[in-house]
T-cell receptor
Framework: DAGVTQSPTHLIKTRGQQVTLRCSPISGHKSVSWYQQVLGQGPQFIFQ???????GRGNFPDRFSARQFPNYSSELNVNALLLGDSALYLCASSLGPRQETQYFGPGTRLLVL | QKEVEQNSGPLSVPEGAIASLNCTYS??????FFWYRQYSGKSPELIMF????GDKEDGRFTAQLNKASQYVSLLIRDSQPSDSATYLCAVPTGTASKLTFGTGTRLQVTL
């Protein structure tokens, strides 16, 4: 029974570049949320998607965008990377748009040089 | 005041002892509370959730909720070295799918 999967596991980029991170939720889960976790802090909410629609957005700049596909997988895109974007990016899946119990994937560790 | 507050630790307990981790929250309307465990370099793993005042037990873990005082705690009985990790308290805020996390408490279980 596969859990949440994310790719890639690690990524190194330089300032100004763009990055796309991918997530597949648990089978049967239709909601995907994205979080950013910097060292020493708890995860910070970026987006929630359900049925291909954005249902929530955190306090992140417009350089961050996401989308969800008909199979409920999701992509997070970050443009014009800054050094401060270096973090662990986590995808969490839940059953529905108001299902609070969220299960995290292994994360993508992004390093911006 | 932060929405969810935790003592960052480290909290050091000897093997076999009870570890007590605390979390306070600011929104009196919060209805549910989650505890995640995060090993160094790994992603958060859900270990407990609680909705009602009182205690909820699951194996060696007990979550305690006091809505009047706006705190939730996690007790780990018979602590093991494998329990050494950061424990994150999370509360849904705004839309139900948005979790607001504390900074986490680092637990060290010593031999």
């Amino acid at each position: 029974d596969a859990g949440v999967t994310q790719s890639p596991t690690h990524l190194i980029k330089t300032r100004g570049q763009q990055v796309t991170l991918r997530c597949s939720p648990i089978s049967g889960h239709k909601s995907v949320s994205w979080y950013q976790q910097v060292l020493g802090q708890g995860p910070q909410f970026i987006f929630q998607y359900y049925e291909k629609e954005e249902r929530g957005r955190g306090n992140f700049p417009d350089r961050f965008s996401a989308r969800q596909f008909p199979n409920y997988s999701s992509e997070l895109n970050v443009n014009a990377l800054l050094l401060g974007d270096s973090a662990l990016y986590l995808c969490a899946s839940s059953l529905g748009p108001r299902q609070e119990t969220q299960y995290f994937g292994p994360g993508t560790r992004l390093l911006v040089l | 005041q932060k929405e969810v507050e935790q003592n960052s630790g480290p909290l050091s307990v000897p093997e076999g002892a009870i570890a007590s981790l605390n979390c306070t929250y600011s929104d009196r309307g919060s209805q549910s509370f989650f505890w995640y465990r995060q090993y160094s370099g790994k992603s958060p793993e859900l270990i407990m959730f609680i909705y009602s005042n009182g205690d909820k037990e699951d194996g060696r873990f007990t979550a305690q909720l006091n809505k009047a005082s706006q705190y939730v705690s996690l007790l780990i009985r018979d602590s093991q070295p494998s329990d050494s990790a950061t424990y994150l308290c999370a509360v849904p805020t705004g839309t139900a799918s948005k979790l607001t996390f504390g900074t986490g408490t680092r637990l060290q279980v010593t031999l």
